[in-house]
């Protein structure tokens, strides 16, 4: 066998035994039994890929433990589906070293068919609840985006005092938090009658709400000049935008380019939309 073939097989081996690793520890931690029973399927058939890589290579690898445990955490706090499929889709390399090595060894070709097709079947058939809520999320998200970056445009030009702003929009966010809240307890429990879950989305949206206020406010506590702060504002919105709009693409294979050219192309436009708005009314009335 050449150094190279070796080389990439073993690079696969332990490929395979860090993943019988994650989803071992993720199948022992896991409450809900449908979970569990996908998740430990999952390792099953890691370990075997794992068995035959050896018989190849008569070599024992050993899982790299920092990646196990940063797999492992960033699938129990950010959700499985968010941390099983980023996983997955890191492991594009694996992947084309079995397109390679099947010509020479037929058993890759199972092995890869499961890598592609099976696994990621078995992760979608996951249940999570913060996959459940997203669509609470984006609601709270989405509304104090759109909100704040056109009153804090506006209000920039209008006030020009960055500490009134910001004691103007805590208060107001906060009252505008409840109602979001409010509104999608309503609307959950007039859909479907449950008033566990409509409380449960009305709380997401609540908190996304809020936490979103806080975050692009926080520049109006601290920068005097109220310019400079609303630069950091619209900086700070984008951030958040492209993150929720990663895990989202990630987790539920969405195109993140595109969802997020269009939910910061919103942002901005009512943002410059307002911005004038203000400027005409400060003017001219």
């Given at each position: ?76 706090f950010f959700g499985l589906t968010f941390g099983l499929k980023l996983m997955e889709n890191g492991e594009r390399q694996a992947e084309e070293i079995y397109e390679k090595l099947k010509k020479f060894y ?180």
């Amino acid at each position: 066998m050449q150094k190279q073939t070796l080389k990439l097989l073993k690079f696969i081996q332990q490929d395979e035994i860090e993943g019988y690793e994650i989803y071992s520890r993720l199948a022992q931690k896991e409450k809900i039994e449908k979970n569990k029973k996908i998740l430990q399927k999952i390792a099953d058939s890691e370990k075997w890929h794992y068995a035959k890589l050896k018989k190849i290579t008569n070599i024992d690898t050993k899982a790299r433990m920092y990646r196990v445990h940063f797999y492992t955490f960033l699938a129990s706090f950010f959700g499985l589906t968010f941390g099983l499929k980023l996983m997955e889709n890191g492991e594009r390399q694996a992947e084309e070293i079995y397109e390679k090595l099947k010509k020479f060894y037929p058993e890759m070709e199972e092995i890869l068919r499961e890598e592609e097709e099976h696994e990621r079947e078995l992760i979608d058939m996951l249940k999570e609840a913060k996959l459940w809520y997203m669509g609470s999320v984006v609601l709270g998200l989405n509304d104090a985006l759109v909100e704040l970056t056109w009153a804090l445009a506006g209000f920039t030009f209008a006030i020009q005092n960055s500490r009134t702003i910001a004691l103007i929009w805590i208060i107001t966010g906060i009252s505008a938090s409840f109602s979001m809240a409010a509104s999608e307890f309503l609307s959950q429990r007039q859909e479907d009658g449950d008033t566990k879950n409509a409380l449960i989305s009305s709380a997401y949206t609540g908190v996304a709400y809020i936490g979103t206020v806080i975050l692009l406010v926080l520049p109006y506590f601290l920068l005097e000049n109220p310019f400079v702060a609303l630069t950091s504002t619209l900086v700070i919105a984008l951030i958040i935008i492209g993150l929720f709009n990663f895990y989202i693409s990630v987790a539920k294979d969405y195109n993140f380019k595109r969802r997020f050219t269009e939910m910061a192309a919103i942002s901005l436009s009512v943002a410059l939309i307002s911005f004038i708005i203000w400027w005409f009314v400060k003017t001219y009335l």
